[in-house]
C-alpha cells in the first residue's frame, strides 16, 4: 500500500503551486488533476448504504468496507461505472488532448504534455474490480491505491516501473475536495495518510476567483475592482474563515497527521518551506522541490511571486474586505476618514455578517 499526501485548502489558495513543486521528489507520484474521488466514495456510502442486498446476492457486485463505522456498502458494476464516468469522462478528455492543465495561478490558459492511455487504464481497473463476475470487498484506501497504480502505471510520460512492490514504496500525491467532511473521512479511512492545508489570505483568494470569473465570461479586466467588490459581497469569506477554523481545530487532534502552510511561503521561503514540508512527511528534502517542475523539468515562464496580486484594489473594497473578515490590526490603523467615506460598507458587512450568522444557526 502507497503512503498517501493529501492537499486540501480553499479554492484557488495554491494548492496546485505545491504538487508542482513536491512532483519532482524520487519518492513520489504526483497528480495535480482532481479526480474528486473522495466525493464518489461519499457518495457510495451515503447513497448505497440504505439498500438491502439480503434478498438478492449479485455475483457482479463491489462490496467496500467503510472503516470508520465498519460497515459493508455493495455497488453493482453498472452503478459503479455510473458514479465513476464523470471522473473517467473528465480524464479522458485531457488524454484526447494530450493536455495537462497549468494551474499555477495565472489569467492565461497554458497546458503542459499529457500522454496518457485512457481506454488500458478504465479497462484495468474494472477487471481488477470486477474480475471474473466475483465480488470483492476492499477498503476505500485499497481502491485509492488501485485507481493510481493504474494511472501511473498508464500515464506514458513518466518513469514508471509496472510494479506493485515499486508503486508500495512511493508517496501518492493528489487533491481532496475543497471542504473539511473530505479531511474528516480521510482521517478516518486511511492508515497515517498526511494532509497538507494549504492557507492563503483572502484577498488573494477572491482576486484568483475574480480573475476566473474575468476569464470564464471573457470579460474585461478593466471591470477587475467591480467584479471584485460585487463577488465580496457574497458568503465567500465567512465559508472560507470556517473552513479554515475547522481544519485548525482538527489539527489540535491530529498534529502528526495535518500539517498548515501558507501561499506566501511556499512562493517567497520555498525551500525554508519546503524543507519543513518533507521533514513532516517523512521524506528526504531534495533540491528539485524548490523549483515547480512537470515530469521533473522545470515549468517554463514561470515567476517567483503570486501572479494574482500584480492586481489592484480599490480602498473601498480594502476596506470593506477587511471588515467581512474582521481584520482587526488593519481597523486599528485604518484612517477615521474611511469610516465616514464608506459608512455604507459598514452597515453592509454588519448586515451580511448577521445574514450568514442566523442562516447557520436556525
Known amino acids: 500500500m502507497a503512503n498517501k499526501i493529501f492537499i486540501s485548502g480553499s479554492a484557488y489558495s495554491g494548492k496546485s503551486s505545491l504538487i508542482y513543486l513536491l512532483e519532482g521528489h524520487s519518492e513520489i507520484l504526483a497528480n495535480v488533476l482532481h479526480f474528486k474521488i473522495i466525493d464518489s466514495l461519499n457518495e457510495i456510502n451515503n447513497t448505497f448504504n440504505w439498500i438491502d442486498h439480503s434478498k438478492k446476492e449479485d455475483s457482479n457486485e463491489l462490496a467496500f468496507f467503510f472503516k470508520k463505522d465498519k460497515s459493508i456498502t455493495k455497488i453493482s458494476k453498472k452503478d ?110 486511511t492508515k497515517d495518510s498526511k494532509i497538507i492545508f494549504v492557507e492563503r489570505d483572502l484577498i488573494g483568494i477572491m482576486k484568483s476567483r475574480v480573475l476566473e470569473h474575468i476569464k470564464q465570461r471573457n470579460l474585461n479586466i478593466k471591470e477587475f475592482d467591480r467584479i471584485f467588490y460585487s463577488i465580496s459581497k457574497s458568503e465567500f469569506f465567512d465559508k472560507a474563515i470556517s473552513y479554515s477554523n475547522k481544519v485548525k481545530k482538527l489539527k489540535t487532534k491530529y498534529n502528526n497527521r495535518i500539517y498548515i502552510t501558507d501561499l506566501n511561503n511556499l512562493v517567497y521561503e520555498t525551500e525554508e518551506e519546503m524543507k519543513k514540508i518533507s521533514n513532516f512527511c517523512q521524506i528526504n528534502y531534495e533540491e528539485i522541490i524548490s523549483k515547480k517542475t512537470h515530469l521533473s523539468k522545470n515549468i517554463e515562464n514561470q515567476t517567483n511571486e503570486i501572479n494574482d496580486d500584480k492586481y489592484p484594489i480599490s480602498k473601498k473594497c480594502e476596506f470593506f474586505v477587511n471588515l467581512m473578515i474582521w481584520n482587526k490590526s488593519y481597523i486599528k490603523t485604518t484612517k477615521k476618514i474611511y469610516f465616514f467615506k464608506y459608512y455604507k460598507e459598514i452597515l453592509l458587512s454588519i448586515y451580511l455578517k448577521l445574514k450568514f450568522l442566523f442562516k447557520n444557526f436556525f
Open 80 to 189: 459503479y461505472q455510473k458514479l465513476f464516468n464523470r471522473i473517467y469522462d473528465f480524464l479522458k478528455d485531457h488524454a484526447i488532448k494530450k493536455q495537462y492543465p497549468n494551474l499555477i495561478t495565472s489569467f492565461q490558459d497554458t497546458w503542459l504534455e499529457f500522454n496518457f492511455d485512457y481506454e488500458n487504464f478504465e479497462k484495468k481497473i474494472i477487471d481488477q474490480l470486477f474480475k471474473h463476475g466475483n465480488s470483492i470487498t476492499i477498503s476505500y484506501e485499497d481502491y485509492i491505491d488501485i485507481f493510481y497504480y493504474n494511472f501511473f502505471s498508464n500515464w506514458k510520460d513518466i518513469n514508471f516501473i509496472n510494479s506493485q512492490d515499486y508503486f508500495n514504496k512511493k508517496y501518492l500525491v493528489n487533491k481532496l475536495p475543497n471542504n473539511v467532511e473530505s479531511i474528516e473521512f480521510i482521517l478516518n479511512e
